[in-house]
């Protein structure tokens, strides 16, 4: 193996970048876990309904304009489930909401098919990020550090948010004790409903970075889904510590596996998943002891 | 009251009395719609529905659709379903080698002949040939292999290749590393990323950068191939590493989606469509006018499918015996240029054609820079016997 | 624990003279999908056992039964055993395997346990996968069915085949049955009702569940090598995640923790699924509707729904006698 250190720099940006995008759709996931007790298994869905979005808004209006209007359009998708779906599933436990987003992946995949069409799209890159930079000697995809950039602010913006600001306390009290909550004057079913569209908002952002970076196509979602439970299984639900730690991990895991033990690239996470499992059953930083 | 299947098979061909000729022939089409790969399998049926109306006008083909979903086992009861009880004459269709594998003892064993429009696995007119089983598409290893001498004859000797972990992916390559050595040339590195599981390929980007090689020579098709090629561009390799590969990776299917990341990019393939003959003008601008976009690779697949049918069913051959020994004959110039069926192996012989993808008026568009010679697939094991009952 | 009312024994017999009279008279596709209705419905009675039974929702039952189809045929096609030892083989195999990822897993509960089976799942899934020897993504081919000439029966008959897996499908609801309602079975019960309370009285909970889990994973293994014998040819496919999420909608549709109620949804499902997609290549989106539909109705499932409505009634009028609630036996260890 080569002993260019430019070379182990650019794989840890790498990793990074994964893990960003990771973490940009993990987040959302797991604080709706934290705050609902329940696995929204169609998060997936809603990022390649971001992605799709962006990449039709970006062909027409350019991709900043794909990147504003995607995640405000899968938060009015978010709205339309929550109304129709998911406040009438409040009470018929866990189980039954899994298998209701479990469906919402079989509906939406066609629904994908049937608007988009089943070859790949993409979507363009914006030319301010199109060059490379040099970074420490080497060079980088603009976008690619653009990834980087936006996954450590959104991760700031939600850390000030949770934790130094009114509504940030709230949710940390209904993910700890959501009856308690309520007892305290909170109004949680509204703050079921804003971290809800929050969540899905956050997975349409992921799903329009995405979409220059990889392909826009209807089994997206379904790719995806498995390493987004895998790093907040990793990581412990319901927590953001849990969702950037669960993304470093993975992203790490992934890039330098592929760098050092091809052979295992893709064994190698599961096996890391399961030894987790065993030795702390809640993952590393889990929202309640 | 039991029926066994064989038996009952081995009684409804012996009993076979020669049709009429206006009896119409029963075509199982056994394709994905659903599924990953339901993209090609619409580019396939669009090109199959397209050749029988050019070249049986009068119809004279009764065509019974099924969804393989791309599951081995559903294309497998399909399949059985076609031979059993829809009791058709020939099958076409077939896109993963997965399905042909899973089909092909069903359809040797059955005595149906099968066309097969994609699946490219080097085995099914190798080892595991059938004279029951003639293949219109390509084969893995067919599609590779020339552009290894050609590479090498660009000066080039120095290469690192990179493909999904998987059988095809693996016969690509093989296909590849087998021209490009016998040619003098040497290979820098080699790796097969986790199979559809690969959303970053940036790791495996800086090891071929690290490898000292002079190009990289790639096979990936679908959405890989879209997030390869643009990410490849991000890095901005394509100054110092030119891209080869596999004409899959900027088929006409989804160059557009990759845009002008894939200009430069030069690969092989079976057929483009901006080939300048009569017979692939007439073909590009039919399937353009039917579907508003143009015939890729899978398209002209579908359509020499249905073609090689009905040129199998004008020698007057009918049943399924019949058709099987008459499609083994079958040889036209179609869009791809002059094509044969080597009887060694039942694969199809064609000319590669090597194209560099470059900007155009609208969009991607492929400029033909050689046409390699139609070369038959060394036999590999294959022991064809003729097609009996 | 397990009990049969009398609507389950009428739902089983109404099932089992079904599907013995379509056997008899369907033609060859009905043929062949008896023979996955049968096959799908051994993996969900697999899945019940230890989802509804046992509280362990499981996402690696499909891979169990993908490496029961693929045990059994690496040990007919390379080991050269003849089919019969094979398919015992495939079935101590599948249950070995099954029953060290229950004893690993058993600390973890709700969605942990869900995403560490996942893992174990796709490990097996990658595994099969990237194995040259197993055929990696193009299969393993050429899987002979057992030869069953002594009994003068010739099981490459379709008809035959699934009178065959019709047998093998009420022998594994027999075994869940047993296990069901044996010490072990009402400890796992318990073990699901309270953990805490299980322990306390001295259970070793994880061997309960390992143990149940081991079982499970035999009858999974079971239905893989029938599947295996069914296409004769197997791919890691089978392995996919997404099989045992499909099993998971079986059960559910069916009725969790009712073991008829998932015959029930096997049924219903793979009918379903093929009147479908001749009509239309979107039939997920129809499927994903009607999970949706019926998991927001509230009801327990098909079959639940049908034993809310009916059930009690009908036990009331007909026998008194079978509904006297016996306090469970808890301290009964495996």
């Known amino acids: 193996m080569t002993t260019d250190p430019g070379f182990w720099l650019l794989q840890t940006l790498n990793a990074l970048q994964l893990s960003m995008l990771l973490f940009l759709l993990s987040i959302g996931l797991t604080v709706i876990f934290g705050l609902m007790h329940f696995v929204n298994l169609a998060h997936g869905a809603l990022y390649a309904a971001g992605a799709y979005v962006a990449a039709s808004v970006s062909a027409v209006a350019g991709f900043w304009a794909g990147l504003v209007l995607a995640p405000l359009a899968v938060a009015v998708i978010g709205v339309l489930l929550y109304g129709g779906l998911i406040r009438r599933m409040r009470r018929s436990g866990p189980m039954a909401q899994v298998l209701v987003t479990f469906g919402l992946i079989f509906v939406a995949l066609d629904l994908t098919r049937l608007i988009w069409g089943d070859i790949a799209l993409a979507s363009a890159m914006p030319p301010l990020l199109e060059g490379r930079l040099s970074v420490l000697g080497i060079d980088y995809p603009l976008y690619r550090l653009f990834v980087i950039g936006l996954g450590l602010v959104v991760f700031a913006a939600l850390a000030f948010v949770l934790g130094r600001t009114q509504i940030g306390a709230m949710i940390r009290a209904g993910v700890d004790n959501d009856a308690m909550a309520a007892c305290l004057g909170i109004n949680v079913e509204r703050l079921f409903f804003i971290v809800f569209c929050l969540g899905c908002a956050l997975a349409g952002l992921a799903g329009a970075v995405a979409a220059p970076l990889l392909s826009v196509s209807p089994d997206m979602g379904l790719q995806i889904l498995i390493p987004t439970l895998i790093v907040i299984v990793i990581g412990g639900l319901g927590s953001l510590q849990g969702a950037i730690a669960g993304s470093l991990v993975y992203g790490f895991v992934q890039t330098f596996g592929a760098v050092l033990a091809p052979g295992l690239a893709s064994v190698l996470i599961y096996g890391l998943l399961a030894a987790i499992l065993v030795i702390r059953p809640t993952g590393l930083f889990p929202a309640k002891g | 009251m039991k029926r066994h299947v064989l038996a009952a098979l081995g009684l409804a061909t012996a009993f076979a009395v020669p049709a009429h000729a206006e009896d119409p022939v029963r075509v199982g089409l056994l394709l994905p719609f659903s599924g990953v790969y339901a993209a090609l399998g619409n580019d396939i049926e669009a090109g199959f529905d397209l050749g029988l109306e050019t070249f049986a006008p009068d119809s004279g083909f009764e065509v019974i659709r099924e969804d393989t979903e791309v599951k081995p086992p559903v294309a497998l009861a399909k399949t059985r379903k076609l031979i059993l009880q829809d009791k058709v004459d020939v099958i076409a269709g077939v896109v993963s080698s997965g399905v042909l594998g899973a089909v092909r003892d069903a359809v040797h064993g059955a005595g149906v002949p099968l066309i097969v429009a994609n699946a490219g696995n080097d085995d099914a007119t190798g080892s595991a040939c059938s004279p029951w089983i003639t293949r219109m598409s390509f084969s893995n290893g067919q599609v590779n292999r020339p552009m290894g001498q050609w590479l090498h004859d660009q000066g080039i000797t120095r290469v690192f290749t990179l493909a999904p972990d998987y059988a095809g992916g693996r016969q690509m390559i093989g296909g590849f590393v087998e021209g490009f050595t016998a040619a003098g040339g040497e290979i820098a590195g080699q790796e097969f990323t986790p199979f559809q599981k690969t959303q970053d390929f940036g790791p495996y980007l800086a090891k071929a950068k690290a490898s000292g090689a002079q190009a990289v020579y790639v096979f990936y098709a679908g959405s890989e191939a879209i997030s390869f090629v643009k990410q490849y561009d991000s890095f901005g390799m394509k100054a110092e590493l030119p891209l080869y590969g596999s004409g899959f990776l900027t088929s006409p299917l989804y160059v557009n989606a990759e845009g002008p990341a894939a200009a430069g990019v030069v690969t092989a393939l079976h057929y483009v469509p901006t080939i300048d003959t009569?017979?692939?003008?007439?073909?590009?601008?039919?399937?353009?006018?039917r579907t508003g976009r143009l015939p890729s690779e899978y398209a002209v697949q579908g359509y020499d499918s249905a073609r090689a049918l009905v040129e199998a069913a004008a020698t007057g051959a009918r049943g399924r015996a019949g058709l099987g020994e008459a499609l083994r004959q079958v040889q036209f110039t179609g869009p791809r240029g002059q094509t044969s069926i080597d009887p060694a192996t039942n694969n199809i012989v064609q000319p590669i054609y090597v194209y560099e993808t470059v900007q155009g008026d609208d969009g991607m568009t492929q400029k033909i820079l050689a046409e390699l010679p139609a070369r038959p697939d060394a036999a590999n094991g294959c022991e064809m016997a003729p097609v009996a009952n | 624990m397990f009990r049969h009312t009398f609507l389950r024994y009428a739902v089983l017999a109404l099932l089992a003279a079904a599907a013995l009279l379509r056997a008899l008279t369907a033609g060859y596709f009905g043929l062949e999908i008896l023979a996955e209705i049968l096959i799908l419905a051994i993996l969900v009675l697999a899945l019940d056992m230890v989802a509804g039974f046992g509280g362990m929702v499981s996402l690696c039952h499909g891979a169990l039964m993908g490496l029961g189809a693929y045990a059994y045929g690496v040990l007919c096609v390379h080991a050269g055993l003849a089919p019969l030892p094979a398919l015992a083989g495939a079935i101590a195999l599948t249950g070995a395997v099954a029953w060290a990822i229950g004893a690993i897993c058993a600390r973890a509960h709700g969605i942990f346990f869900i995403m560490a089976t996942l893992a174990f799942g796709q490990m097996a899934y990658s595994w099969v996968f990237e194995t040259p020897l197993l055929g990696?993504?193009?299969?393993?081919?050429?899987?002979?069915?057992?030869?069953?000439?002594?009994?003068?029966?010739?099981?490459?008959?379709?008809?035959?085949?699934?009178?065959?897996?019709?047998?093998?499908?009420?022998?594994?609801?027999?075994?869940?049955?047993?296990?069901?309602?044996?010490?072990?079975?009402?400890?796992?019960?318990?073990?699901?009702?309270?953990?805490?309370?299980?322990?306390?009285?001295?259970?070793?909970?994880?061997?309960?569940?390992a143990d149940v889990f081991g079982l499970?994973?035999?009858?999974?293994?079971?239905?893989?090598?029938?599947?295996?014998?069914?296409?004769?040819?197997?791919?890691?496919?089978?392995?996919?995640?997404?099989?045992?999420?499909?099993?998971?909608?079986?059960?559910?549709?069916?009725?969790?923790?009712?073991?008829?109620?998932?015959?029930?949804?096997?049924?219903?499902?793979?009918?379903?699924?093929?009147?479908?997609?001749?009509?239309?290549?979107?039939?997920?989106?129809?499927?994903?509707?009607?999970?949706?539909?019926?998991?927001?109705?509230?009801?327990?499932?098909?079959?639940?729904?049908?034993?809310?409505?009916?059930?009690?009634r009908l036990d009331r009028r007909l026998a008194d006698a079978t509904r006297e609630d016996t306090p469970r036996e808890a301290t009964n260890d495996a």
């Open chain 2, 278 to 289: 009569e017979e692939n003008r007439a073909f590009v601008t039919a399937f353009e006018a």
């Open chain 3, 136 to 209: 990696g993504d193009d299969g393993l081919g050429g899987i002979p069915r057992p030869d069953l000439s002594l009994l003068g029966i010739d099981l490459s008959d379709s008809r035959s085949f699934v009178l065959f897996c019709l047998a093998a499908t009420a022998l594994a609801y027999g075994a869940a049955v047993l296990v069901l309602r044996s010490g072990l079975g009402r400890s796992l019960g318990g073990v699901m009702h309270n953990e805490q309370r299980m322990r306390a009285l001295g259970l070793t909970v994880w061997r309960v569940k």
């Open chain 3, 216 to 312: 499970s994973g035999m009858l999974a293994g079971l239905a893989g090598a029938l599947a295996a014998m069914q296409v004769m040819y197997i791919s890691p496919g089978l392995l996919a995640w997404t099989t045992s999420g499909e099993a998971l909608v079986v059960v559910i549709l069916g009725g969790l923790g009712t073991l008829v109620g998932p015959l029930v949804g096997a049924a219903a499902f793979v009918t379903l699924k093929h009147g479908l997609s001749g009509v239309t290549s979107h039939w997920h989106l129809v499927v994903g509707l009607i999970l949706i539909a019926v998991v927001m109705s509230r009801a327990n499932g098909l079959f639940g729904w049908l034993e809310a409505r009916w059930g009690a």
